[in-house]
């Protein structure tokens, strides 16, 4: 029976090499077992779980390749690293494809390299199994939701009848619907938010954005004195805009390189998902718009429906700009966050034709005036602290001449 997990388990039949590895990763403090035949790496994974495996691919008793198929078969979820002296391409497919390794290393072994190898690999396989717990999370929340959701339609179907029973006047009637009616949309966008901040505490690089965002498009609203009806329609569009992400895989949401043309197709349909997954939420239908549009071009070249200039509603170019803004100012993987001032001259260079003129000039004034978010991402999403807090715009103090914004 699997008791502990350990980090490795080194497989080698040359007791020369063995000590050495062991040698190495004793001072990189890693918890691990060795075995010099197949039959004992058997025994230690009857006995242990591992977060990897590092074998050798001859051995005395059988080839690396069908060991780590076997137990790859048996579902062992540790990943495999494959050794060998052979530079044979063979081998390198066989591994990949039958033992599902994640690295092949040729001898003479780097002992730096296979130390930076392994500790990835660790790292590999504790963000497989934190995507998995996730995953069951994330639907296990859904179907939290879902029932959750007919509950209350329920009670508001059986409190409309109550009130009509009741022969109340159609005013009490209008406002005790409003109320139930309420309920059920913040109990929607209290559940939905919790998903998005789920999705964002998967990765380092984009925690407290959505938050962030909302700050930025309400410096805009702030200047351009939106209604208090558009105010609110950003609050939630900025909480939700990339919640459409849960249906993209980490390996593009996370890839340190340039993302392939079909993996940004991939990545450049999250505002339609997002729009698909608020679809059934009819109270949503202007958030929905809002989010759809935020990677829209004010020349038309966006997407997803390529619309240009006034096509795309105001709170549409507000959200893409400070979108863009935060995204520029924020770490990612494959760069580090721009300066303050380089960002806001990438705004103006792309005004009148990536961003709209009026918002570009809006977030402008208002980081001059206001200044940039200071502040961290609640750790509860739902807190009614913050939500009294943070989710209050207060009008602009004075009107700001919409010729200022954009000379």
């Not at 130390?115 to 999370?137: D, F, G, H, K, P």
């Not at 260079?349 to 402008?364: H, K, M, W, Y």
Request: negative net charge.
């Amino acid at each position: 029976m699997v008791q502990d997990e350990l980090d490795l388990l080194i497989v080698d039949d040359d007791h020369e090499i063995l000590r050495l590895l062991v040698e190495v990763f004793k001072e990189q403090s890693l918890k691990f077992e060795t075995a010099s035949s197949i039959a004992e790496a058997r025994d230690k994974l009857a006995h242990y779980a591992f977060k990897v495996v590092l074998s050798d691919h001859n051995l005395t008793d059988g080839n690396g390749i069908d060991f780590l198929a076997e137990f790859a078969g048996l579902g062992i979820r540790s990943v495999a690293i494959l050794m060998t002296g052979l530079m044979d391409q063979n081998v390198a497919i066989q591994a990949i494809n039958r033992g599902k390794v994640y690295k092949f290393i040729t001898k003479p072994l780097d002992l730096t390299a296979l130390m930076q190898i392994v500790r990835r690999a660790i790292e590999y396989y504790s963000a497989q199994r934190a995507n998995e717990t996730l995953t069951r999370e994330v639907l296990e929340f859904n179907e939290r939701l879902r029932r959750e959701t007919e509950s209350q339609e329920r009670q508001l179907e059986q409190a409309a009848k109550r009130i009509r029973r009741e022969e109340e006047t159609v005013e009490k009637q209008r406002v005790h619907i409003e109320a139930l009616y309420s309920e059920i949309q913040k109990a929607y966008l209290h559940t939905v938010t919790s998903l998005t901040a789920a999705i964002e505490a998967k990765d380092y690089y984009t925690k407290g954005h959505s938050v962030r965002v909302f700050y930025y498009c309400s410096l805009m609203a702030d200047v351009l004195v939106l209604p208090d009806n558009s105010r609110n329609d950003l609050r939630i569009a900025s909480v939700l805009h990339d919640l459409g992400k849960i249906g993209i895989s980490d390996a593009i949401l996370r890839k340190p390189d340039r993302l392939t043309p079909e993996e940004f197709q991939i990545m450049a349909s999250h505002p339609v998902l997002t729009d698909s997954i608020l679809k059934p939420l009819p109270f949503l239908t202007k958030v929905r718009k809002i989010i759809r549009e935020h990677h829209e071009r004010f020349n038309g070249t966006g997407y997803p429906d390529s619309l240009k200039g006034m096509e795309i509603s105001l709170e549409g170019r507000i959200l893409a700009v400070a979108d863009a803004y935060d995204a520029m100012r924020s770490d990612r993987a494959y760069r580090k966050a721009l300066d303050k001032s380089i960002a806001e001259k990438e705004l103006k260079n792309g005004s009148g034709t990536q961003f709209c003129p009026l918002c570009v000039g809006a977030l402008l004034y208002g980081l001059e005036s206001r200044g940039e978010w200071s502040g961290q991402a609640p750790s509860d999403w739902s807190d009614k602290k913050w939500e009294e807090e943070f989710v209050s715009i207060k009008p602009a103090a004075d009107t700001i001449p919409v010729n200022a914004l954009v000379n």
